[in-house]
T-cell receptor, first 111, second 117 residues
Framework: LAKTTQPISMDSYEGQEVNITCSHN???????ITWYQQFPSQGPRFIIQ???TKVTNEVASLFIPADRKSSTLSLPRVSLSDTAVYYC????????????FGTGTQLKVEL | GAVVSQHPSWVICKSGTSVKIECRSL??????MFWYRQFPKQSLMLMAT?????????EQGVEKDKFLINHASLTLSTLTVTSAHPEDSSFYIC?????????????FGQGTRLTVV
């Protein structure tokens, strides 16, 4: 399983765009990149998943460069309710196999 | 998205007793479920992979006789913490794998807070 490296924490203000970058230098050909969000005392919640280039949904965008050794989760116009831990995971077949969680990034959004 | 439900959401038990946690996939069948443990301000740690109709696969360092896993149906896996001790107090989270052809996703339960006193 590819190991991931993320910043431990990030701070932002309401209305700003937040970009969280994840490094996964030894990503395999069959690996997908999946991001989850976790609030305190809750299970992780799926945000977005991608394989290459750019993926966008109603919540976020995921940018993946050609070499796929990193990825960036972009949260547009964050609000206080986006304060959470964000995990980047890399695994086969869309992330549905055994998922190994890294340290995650604690995002704190302030007024 | 699909729904995975855990029960109970929280439980307090006395040291030496056993506690069972249920994980149900409510609107899909899951041949594979995963159990995680999370200590305060730490990441999720995979404990075991639960396979319907067969024995669970435990991660290194996880005692299979202490954390009993049963996956008796395609919608239910249970984790039993036997002879619980205060150091077993943690947040336990399950996830269920949904296979839809080439699309495989993992959905997480809301977690169970176990406190052993």
């Amino acid at each position: 399983l590819a190991k991931t490296t993320q910043p431990i924490s990030m701070d932002s203000y309401e209305g700003q765009e937040v970009n969280i970058t994840c490094s996964h230098n030894n990503i395999a050909t069959n690996d997908y990149i999946t991001w989850y969000q976790q609030f305190p005392s809750q299970g992780p919640r799926f945000i977005i998943q991608g394989y290459k280039t750019k993926v966008t949904n109603e919540v976020a965008s995921l940018f993946i460069p050609a070499d796929r050794k990193s990825s960036t989760l972009s949260l547009p116009r964050v609000s206080l309710s986006d304060t959470a831990v964000y995990y980047c995971l890399v695994g086969e077949t869309g992330g549905g196999n055994k998922l190994t969680f890294g340290t995650g990034t604690q995002l704190k959004v302030e007024l | 998205g699909a729904v995975v439900s855990q029960h109970p959401s929280w439980v307090i038990c006395k040291s030496g007793t056993s506690v069972k946690i249920e994980c149900r996939s409510l609107d899909f069948q899951a041949t594979t479920m995963f159990w995680y443990r999370q200590f305060p301000k730490q990441s999720l740690m995979l404990m075991a992979t639960s396979n319907e109709g067969s024995k669970a696969t435990y991660e290194q360092g996880v005692e299979k006789d202490k954390f009993l896993i049963n996956h008796a149906s395609l919608t239910l896996s249970t984790l039993t913490v036997t002879s619980a001790h205060p150091e077993d107090s943690s947040f336990y989270i399950c996830s269920a794998r949904r296979d839809q052809g080439a699309n495989i996703e993992a959905f997480f339960g809301q977690g169970t807070r176990l406190t052993v006193v």
